[in-house]
């Protein structure tokens, strides 16, 4: 976990954080499959390093990414939610695990299918976050990038418009 930190988020500044999340994404799908399928402890232990790896992936740059994607008003909602989802999760694992079955292989399996379904969700429907594109200065992706958000929001595409850091000023 403690190399993923140094890893994925400064890469996510440099190139984006869609592909970051991506390449987490099928990092962690690979590493779960392998968790689950394997017989053998040496394949085993590798890929929980690797799943290990991917924890601030899925927990510092989807979270930025999600945020980013938001209209300023739904920021605070998104970071609630993601937290409730996040530590309910693991209070309903416990119970599961403490109450009801010793058995570690359906709760991994559930982790599996909702990381295949989260990694074609990144890969085939979500544009790259608008707000890093406006920091790297990359205006007409960003301008895209919002107009797909808007018309998968069911709101009108936006008329032609200028970002503040377009505008040139004469002093």
């Not at 980013?68 to 939610?81: A, D, I, R």
Request: proline share 5%.
């Amino acid at each position: 976990m403690f190399i993923g930190y140094f890893i994925l988020p400064p890469n996510s500044d440099n190139y984006g954080r869609r592909p970051t999340f991506i390449i987490t994404m099928i990092l962690s799908t690979i590493a779960q499959g392998v968790i689950l399928f394997t017989s053998n402890i040496h394949h085993l232990f590798l890929f929980m390093i690797v799943l290990g790896t991917t924890f601030s992936g899925k927990n510092i740059v989807a979270l930025n990414f999600a945020i980013e994607c938001q209209p300023e008003g739904m920021k605070q909602f998104v970071v609630s939610l993601y937290w409730l989802v996040e530590l309910s999760s693991i209070i309903l694992w416990s119970f599961y695990y403490q109450k009801l079955d010793k058995n570690w292989f359906p709760l991994q399996a559930v982790y599996f299918v909702v990381g295949i379904i989260a990694m074609f969700i990144a890969i085939f429907l979500l544009p790259e976050s608008p707000r890093f594109l406006y920091n790297k200065q990359k205006f007409d992706q960003a301008r895209a990038g919002l107009n797909y958000i808007s018309v998968f929001n069911g709101k009108p595409k936006m008329k032609a418009f200028l970002f503040d850091n377009e505008i040139e000023t004469d002093e």
